[in-house]
């Protein structure tokens, strides 16, 4: 952390600036955030100011990608931090809105609003998704299907295997997410996907940020036990060292329907 980083990190927790709980060095996709105002969307870079042209071109592709994702980015120099602190800080201020909300943060700034927002892969690999669900009620497990992808290609998938295996912890997500980990050879997964056809509980929720997933899609929401959205939220909060960029929703009608027909035919 330089002398500037380090000032402007001070002064972010304290005064006007102290609600807004930024974080730093915060992982967005492919690259890292300097400090992050997650309820704001918006993103504060330091630079040295002695920048090649080769690095100039840099951050104007990693701007242009971190604002296809709906952040914001301002940028300042090491010697306007040092020596313009107060002007700095006015700046953000002056970006901070709307103002922060007194509730709990609920993950919505990192949420799609909806499947016109999503890419027809998405839907066919959710689709895929509910292909294992259905396995999973053949099998007379409650029916979750999960398939965790990256760049195009299957890393891993499961379905619900608690009953079989005498595991409680063999939910879709945990399967798909081992045997991708197996294929890797990394109990990391950087750069994928999990698609599963209900939203994940807490110890789901968990492992997916442990598992460094980049991104989640899910199907039906789960109001009595959701760790996303509906109950918890596990996944976009704050102040966790990572961050998962999520979807919810997505063939809601499908995944949903899946899971009536299972438990109504057990009725």
């Known amino acids: 952390m330089t002398e500037a980083e380090r000032e402007l990190w001070r002064r972010l927790g304290r005064g006007q600036l102290q609600g807004w709980k ?13 400090f992050l ?22 951050d104007q592709e990693r701007d242009a990608w971190l604002r ?9 120099w090491n010697n306007q931090v040092l020596g313009e602190i107060e002007g700095v800080l006015e700046s ?13 943060y609920h993950g919505d700034s990192l949420r799609s609003q909806g499947e016109g927002e999503l890419g027809a892969a998405d839907l ?15 099998e007379g497990e409650v029916p979750v299907g999960a398939v965790l992808v990256k760049d195009g290609a ?13 595991d409680p912890s063999a ?32 110890m789901c929720a968990g492992a997916i940020v442990h598992a460094r997933v980049s991104r989640l899609v899910f199907g039906a929401r789960d109001p009595k036990a959701g760790a996303v959205d509906s109950v918890y939220d596990v996944i ?28 109504r035919s057990r009725r």
């Not at 296809?68 to 300042?76: A, D, K, L």
């Not at 959710?126 to 009620?137: I, Q, T």
Request: proline content about 8%.
């Open 124 to 138: 066919e690999w959710m689709r895929h998704a509910l292909g294992l669900a259905r396995r999973a009620a053949i």
């Open 236 to 263: 976009a909060r704050p102040r966790l060292n990572h961050v998962v960029a999520w979807s919810g929703g997505v063939l809601e009608d499908e995944c949903g329907a899946v899971l009536r027909e299972f438990f």
């Open 171 to 202: 939910h879709a997500e945990m399967i798909a997410m081992r045997a991708a980990a197996a294929a890797l050879g990394n109990y990391r997964v950087p750069g994928t996907t999990l698609y599963v056809t209900l939203e994940p509980c807490v």
């Open 92 to 104: 953000i201020l002056q970006q901070l809105t709307p103002p922060p909300s007194p509730l709990p």
């Open 22 to 34: 930024f974080r730093r060095q915060v992982p967005i996709g492919p690259y890292f955030a300097d």
């Open 37 to 58: 105002c997650l309820e704001a969307r918006l993103i504060v870079e330091v630079d040295g100011g002695q920048h090649l042209e080769l690095e100039a071109e840099h």
């Open 68 to 76: 296809s994702q709906g952040f914001r980015v301002v940028r300042f």
């Open 154 to 166: 299957v890393l891993g998938e499961g379905w619900n295997k608690p009953i079989a295996l005498h």
